[in-house]
């Protein structure tokens, strides 16, 4: 049985690097730019999010769908040295495999350019045997697919599989749809941005009311540098960032939901998993890519040991 089974993407991710990149700076056309760095490794929310739980020692597998082509076959050979169970990792003859350029600024922000290789999880492939062996599910962007994720959460539920989402910006655009099952959903983690893109409310302060009152027993809204809302049963918290250096934002957003999950999984105070996703965000932006930050069990302790304020607002 696993503890928890993530649902999404699988991406290769390309990055490169240049200090001498300023961000708002157009890129000159026409010449060539040096590229200090050059980083080539596996992305996606659902494999980085499987990487970061069985790193915390949760039992984990993941679902994802890429292709035969080089770069899947990249893909699974980088993945091979995550300790999540490949066994639902879906390698399909003729599929092009997703494919990230990320360009890295000098302040760690970047800009992504993504090629999508129809390479999305729906109905007819999705491995539903998978519900009579898992405790969570961990729902990533499902790029787009509302019916696959509805279909999800219904069975789940008659299962009594508990359910996290993290989803993407065409998922929240079906918000009558989202809104019928967040009740149902155990934790919801969304950006600032996406929080105010779903309550159309442009008013930060707003936009965080009507979010914390969608259904799901926890809400999360991740603000990036600023800190993270929490709000739970009447509860509101709010952490700020661990201090330090950024190198590379990417993959911030997986890091923060794998340890906070991790925590929420295992059962620990709302505190201490909020702290935990805070750690591994952190530790994920002060390497290149996705996964090379993400904290094992040893070192997510002594980041539980460093000082993070974090306030109760209510």
Same mark, same amino acid.
Request: with cysteine.
């Given at each position: 049985?696993?503890?928890?089974?993530?649902?999404?993407?699988?991406?290769?991710?390309?990055?490169?690097?240049?200090?001498?990149?300023?961000?708002?700076?157009?890129?000159?056309?026409?010449?060539?730019?040096?590229?200090?760095?050059?980083?080539?490794?596996?992305?996606?929310?659902?494999?980085?999010?499987?990487?970061?739980?069985?790193?915390?020692?949760?039992?984990?597998?993941?679902?994802?769908?890429?292709g035969d082509d080089l770069f899947g076959q990249f893909l699974l050979k980088d993945l091979e040295?995550?300790?999540?169970?490949?066994?639902?990792?879906?390698?399909?003859?003729?599929?092009?495999?997703?494919?990230?350029?990320?360009?890295?600024?000098?302040?760690?922000?970047?800009?992504?350019?993504?090629?999508?290789?129809?390479?999305?999880?729906?109905?007819?492939?999705?491995?539903?045997?998978?519900?009579?062996?898992?405790?969570?599910?961990?729902?990533?962007?499902?790029?787009?697919?509302?019916?696959?994720?509805?279909?999800?959460?219904?069975?789940?539920?008659?299962?009594?599989? @508990? !359910?996290?989402?993290?989803? $993407?910006?065409?998922?929240?655009? #079906?918000?009558?749809?989202? +809104?019928?099952?967040?009740? %149902? /959903?155990?934790?919801?983690?969304?950006?600032?941005?996406e929080a105010i893109l779903f309550t159309g409310e442009q008013s930060e302060d707003l936009a965080?009311?009507?979010?914390?009152?969608?259904?799901?027993?926890?809400?999360?809204?991740?603000?990036?540098?600023?800190?993270?809302?929490?709000?739970?049963?009447?509860?509101?918290?709010?952490?700020?960032?661990?201090?330090?250096?950024?190198?590379?934002?990417?993959?911030?957003?997986?890091?923060?939901?794998?340890?906070?999950?991790?925590?929420l999984v295992k059962g620990f105070p709302l505190e201490k998993i909020l702290k935990m996703g805070?750690?591994?965000?952190?530790?994920?932006?002060? @390497? !290149?890519?996705?996964?090379? $930050?993400?904290?094992?069990?040893? #070192?997510?302790?002594?980041? +539980?040991?460093?000082?993070? %304020? /974090?306030?109760?607002?209510?």
């Amino acid at each position: 049985m696993y503890d928890i089974v993530s649902i999404g993407s699988a991406v290769m991710d390309l990055i490169l690097r240049s200090p001498s990149l300023q961000p708002g700076e157009p890129l000159p056309t026409g010449g060539k730019i040096e590229v200090e760095e050059l980083f080539l490794a596996s992305g996606g929310g659902g494999s980085n999010t499987a990487a970061g739980f069985a790193r915390l020692g949760l039992k984990t597998a993941c679902i994802a769908r890429f292709g035969d082509d080089l770069f899947g076959q990249f893909l699974l050979k980088d993945l091979e040295k995550e300790k999540f169970d490949k066994k639902y990792l879906m390698k399909r003859q003729g599929d092009m495999t997703d494919c990230s350029i990320i360009i890295v600024y000098a302040d760690g922000s970047r800009v992504i350019l993504v090629h999508r290789g129809k390479t999305r999880v729906d109905e007819t492939i999705f491995p539903w045997t998978v519900l009579e062996e898992t405790q969570w599910f961990y729902i990533a962007s499902l790029e787009g697919n509302v019916d696959l994720l509805t279909k999800v959460i219904e069975k789940s539920v008659e299962k009594g599989i @508990k !359910l996290a989402l993290n989803p $993407g910006s065409r998922e929240l655009k #079906e918000k009558d749809k989202l +809104l019928s099952f967040f009740p %149902k /959903i155990e934790a919801l983690i969304i950006n600032l941005e996406e929080a105010i893109l779903f309550t159309g409310e442009q008013s930060e302060d707003l936009a965080l009311k009507k979010i914390s009152q969608i259904g799901p027993k926890i809400v999360v809204v991740t603000m990036g540098k600023q800190g993270a809302h929490l709000f739970s049963e009447g509860k509101h918290l709010f952490a700020e960032v661990f201090s330090g250096p950024i190198i590379d934002e990417l993959g911030a957003g997986d890091g923060f939901s794998s340890g906070f999950i991790a925590g929420l999984v295992k059962g620990f105070p709302l505190e201490k998993i909020l702290k935990m996703g805070m750690a591994n965000g952190k530790s994920v932006v002060t @390497k !290149l890519g996705a996964k090379h $930050g993400l904290l094992h069990d040893d #070192e997510m302790q002594d980041w +539980l040991g460093r000082e993070l %304020k /974090i306030e109760q607002l209510s």
